[in-house]
Protein backbone atom coordinates (compact mmCIF):
# COMPACT_ATOMS: atom_id res chain seq x y z
CA UNK A 1 0.00 0.00 0.00
CA UNK A 2 0.88 3.62 -0.70
CA UNK A 3 0.03 6.63 0.56
CA UNK A 4 0.08 10.28 -0.63
CA UNK A 5 1.30 11.72 2.83
CA UNK A 6 4.76 12.07 3.73
CA UNK A 7 4.33 10.28 7.41
CA UNK A 8 2.62 7.14 5.85
CA UNK A 9 5.16 3.69 6.70
CA UNK A 10 4.47 0.38 5.20
CA UNK A 11 2.22 -2.34 6.65
CA UNK A 12 0.09 -1.57 9.70
CA UNK A 13 0.94 1.90 10.36
CA UNK A 14 -0.42 2.78 6.14
CA UNK A 15 -3.35 0.91 6.93
CA UNK A 16 -3.76 3.14 10.51
CA UNK A 17 -3.01 6.23 8.55
CA UNK A 18 -4.53 5.99 5.35
CA UNK A 19 -6.75 3.48 5.40
CA UNK A 20 -7.94 0.27 4.50
CA UNK A 21 -8.26 -1.13 1.04
CA UNK A 22 -10.77 -3.10 -0.65
CA UNK A 23 -9.39 -4.72 -4.42
CA UNK A 24 -11.20 -6.91 -6.82
CA UNK A 25 -15.25 -6.03 -5.34
CA UNK A 26 -17.63 -7.93 -6.73
CA UNK A 27 -21.01 -5.44 -6.99
CA UNK A 28 -24.15 -7.22 -6.42
CA UNK A 29 -28.03 -7.20 -5.95
CA UNK A 30 -29.89 -4.32 -7.49
CA UNK A 31 -31.05 -2.06 -4.84
CA UNK A 32 -29.69 -0.36 -1.70
CA UNK A 33 -31.40 -3.95 -0.05
CA UNK A 34 -29.15 -6.53 -1.20
CA UNK A 35 -26.27 -3.75 -2.82
CA UNK A 36 -22.89 -5.12 -1.41
CA UNK A 37 -21.56 -3.52 1.78
CA UNK A 38 -18.30 -1.60 1.66
CA UNK A 39 -15.82 -1.61 4.48
CA UNK A 40 -13.28 0.03 3.47
CA UNK A 41 -11.73 3.34 2.79
CA UNK A 42 -10.51 2.83 -0.40
CA UNK A 43 -12.87 0.39 -2.51
CA UNK A 44 -11.73 -0.63 -5.92
CA UNK A 45 -14.72 -2.19 -7.54
CA UNK A 46 -13.75 -4.71 -10.57
CA UNK A 47 -16.88 -6.93 -11.47
CA UNK A 48 -20.05 -4.62 -12.21
CA UNK A 49 -22.38 -6.77 -13.66
CA UNK A 50 -25.89 -4.58 -15.30
CA UNK A 51 -27.73 -2.86 -12.33
CA UNK A 52 -25.37 -4.41 -9.87
CA UNK A 53 -24.11 -1.39 -6.82
CA UNK A 54 -22.79 -1.11 -3.67
CA UNK A 55 -23.55 0.50 -0.35
CA UNK A 56 -21.77 2.87 1.93
CA UNK A 57 -21.09 2.69 5.39
CA UNK A 58 -23.29 5.25 8.11
CA UNK A 59 -22.30 8.72 7.04
CA UNK A 60 -20.68 10.43 9.91
CA UNK A 61 -19.47 13.89 9.73
CA UNK A 62 -15.95 14.07 8.36
CA UNK A 63 -15.16 10.57 6.86
CA UNK A 64 -14.68 9.99 3.47
CA UNK A 65 -13.93 7.20 1.25
CA UNK A 66 -13.35 6.98 -2.31
CA UNK A 67 -15.27 3.94 -4.90
CA UNK A 68 -13.60 3.41 -8.16
CA UNK A 69 -15.01 1.50 -10.71
CA UNK A 70 -12.87 -0.85 -12.88
CA UNK A 71 -15.85 -3.12 -13.92
CA UNK A 72 -17.77 -3.17 -17.47
CA UNK A 73 -20.87 -1.28 -16.80
CA UNK A 74 -22.15 1.28 -14.49
CA UNK A 75 -21.50 0.93 -10.24
CA UNK A 76 -24.78 2.24 -8.62
CA UNK A 77 -23.85 3.49 -5.05
CA UNK A 78 -26.29 3.68 -2.07
CA UNK A 79 -26.25 5.56 0.99
CA UNK A 80 -27.85 3.71 4.19
CA UNK A 81 -31.68 3.67 4.80
CA UNK A 82 -32.98 7.35 5.66
CA UNK A 83 -29.87 8.91 4.13
CA UNK A 84 -29.11 10.58 1.04
CA UNK A 85 -25.55 11.07 -1.40
CA UNK A 86 -25.95 14.42 -3.43
CA UNK A 87 -29.48 14.94 -2.02
CA UNK A 88 -30.36 11.88 -4.02
CA UNK A 89 -31.30 7.95 -3.59
CA UNK A 90 -28.16 6.97 -5.42
CA UNK A 91 -25.54 7.93 -7.45
CA UNK A 92 -23.97 6.47 -10.52
CA UNK A 93 -19.87 5.79 -11.61
CA UNK A 94 -19.70 4.66 -14.87
CA UNK A 95 -17.05 2.59 -15.73
CA UNK A 96 -13.25 4.03 -15.12
CA UNK A 97 -14.05 6.38 -13.04
CA UNK A 98 -13.81 7.18 -9.42
CA UNK A 99 -15.98 9.26 -6.69
CA UNK A 100 -14.85 10.87 -3.48
CA UNK A 101 -17.72 10.20 -0.88
CA UNK A 102 -17.96 12.98 2.28
CA UNK A 103 -19.50 12.89 5.15
CA UNK A 104 -21.35 15.65 6.43
CA UNK A 105 -23.86 14.21 8.61
CA UNK A 106 -25.22 11.09 10.12
CA UNK A 107 -27.80 11.16 6.82
CA UNK A 108 -25.51 13.06 4.35
CA UNK A 109 -23.06 12.07 1.96
CA UNK A 110 -21.87 14.82 -0.66
CA UNK A 111 -19.52 13.58 -3.70
CA UNK A 112 -16.61 14.75 -5.96
CA UNK A 113 -16.70 12.68 -9.24
CA UNK A 114 -13.26 12.43 -10.35
CA UNK A 115 -11.26 10.55 -13.66
Do not use: H
Not at 32 to 57: E, H, I, M, N, W
Not at 79 to 92: E, K, M, N, Y
Amino acid sequence: QTCALPICQSGGATTAICGDVGNSLTAAGSSATDALSLSTVFSRVSTTAASTGVKLPTAEAGAFLVVANDGANSLTVYPQTGATIDGAASVAIATTKRRLFVGISPTVWVSILGA
